[in-house]
């Protein structure tokens, strides 16, 4: 049976919110399953399906029907579930990263691997995966050291995203704390991840924080956090990113905090969440350099995440407790809010 038919029913697809509990001081309950409307993008919520401490980042295995979550705590964990009808999880286990306040994670594209980001403690943990997604125990944990100019910010390293690489490509590990993203490889025979040196590193102080990669393979987007830019890369034969050029996240006045980045799955748009003024930046990619087209009003002030699906795109306001719904228009690649906002507590992921 094909992955997507494992959380397809007859009445819509459903679809997972992570967030923040008590536990990181939100008001979440752990994750929260929705039905969606293909049609209308509608989204209805259908109550908290696991109860867990602050699951704040998602994700799902490649080929089985299973979900990881990371738990944001001092002492940071993974945890599965086997995703069932109408979105229920039957958990499969939880593991130690050993690291605080992981934040991110992803499967390598074979499904044998699961990767985690600590960013509290500014290291990348590695779990293998048996053939039915189970997470065994931790096989490496590689630490970044270093900082940068912000005292407050980069006193030492925050890594905050994993992204794997198509085929021999690299995986990269985003670090906040030390203006740099890490390139690895990882021994399958052993589960340790084997540094590709050298690292590349972002002008200082720009606290990068997700990155997004194109559908052509080539093209890569870093948004910084603490210096609210979009930079543009070329994906080197060689695994290297070579710099393009950087442009602004935002038009608007005030405090701006990029958060979450991604690439239409057309390769023709970027779109950037941005925190403190409450917008998504949409680009065109037509140029050399990703150009502002749009920038729309999320409805909220601290856009965390947003996923895009099919002709939707869906927005987890964190500090607004809701999920908002938008239509993209296919040409233009501008989003329209449509319907009312969701409820949702603390959400901070939205998994597709």
Do not use: K
């Not at 053939?131 to 900082?147: A, K, M, S, W, Y």
């Not at 093209?219 to 994906?235: I, P």
Request: aromatic share 6%; proline share 9%; charged share 20%.
């Amino acid at each position: 049976m094909p992955a997507e038919e494992w959380y397809v029913n007859g009445q819509g697809e459903v679809v997972h919110i992570g967030g923040y509990t008590a536990q990181s001081g939100g008001r979440g309950s752990g994750i929260v399953a929705a039905r969606r409307d293909p049609t209308t993008g509608a989204l209805t919520p259908l109550g908290t399906v696991a109860v867990t401490p602050s699951p704040s980042f998602l994700t799902r295995h490649p080929t089985q029907p299973v979900l990881y979550a990371v738990n944001e705590l001092t002492d940071g964990e993974i945890s599965a579930w086997q995703v069932g009808a109408d979105g229920a999880l039957d958990p499969l286990g939880s593991r130690s990263t050993g690291g605080a306040e992981p934040c991110h994670l992803a499967v390598l594209p074979g499904g044998d691997h699961l990767l985690a980001a600590n960013y509290g403690s500014g290291s990348i943990a590695v779990f293998p995966l048996d053939p039915q997604g189970v997470p065994g125990e931790r096989t490496d944990l590689v630490v970044h050291e270093g900082h940068g100019p912000d005292p407050e910010r980069q006193d030492h390293a925050h890594a905050h995203m994993v992204s794997p690489g198509a085929g021999r490509g690299p995986t990269f590990a985003v670090d906040l704390g030390t203006d740099s993203v890490y390139r690895y490889d990882l021994d399958a025979a052993t589960g340790r991840l084997v540094p590709r040196a050298p690292r590349m590193r972002t002008t200082p102080g720009t606290g990068p924080r997700h990155l997004a990669r194109h559908p052509d393979g080539r093209r890569c987007y870093l948004v910084g956090e603490l210096d609210a830019s979009v930079t543009a890369y070329e994906l080197t034969d060689d695994g290297a990113l070579h710099q393009r050029g950087r442009v602004e996240a935002s038009e608007r006045a005030g405090h701006v905090q990029p958060s979450e980045v991604a690439v239409a799955p057309d390769g023709r748009f970027l779109y950037v969440a941005n925190r403190g003024v409450g917008t998504l930046a949409v680009f065109t990619l037509v140029g050399e350099l990703p150009e502002l087209v749009a920038e729309v009003d999320t409805g909220g002030e601290w856009p965390r995440h947003f996923a895009l699906i099919g002709e939707h795109l869906y927005v987890a306001d964190e500090r607004a407790d809701m999920v908002r719904v938008f239509r993209r228009d296919a040409d233009t690649g501008v989003p329209e809010a449509v319907g009312e906002p969701v409820p949702v507590p603390s959400p901070t992921c939205v998994l597709p």
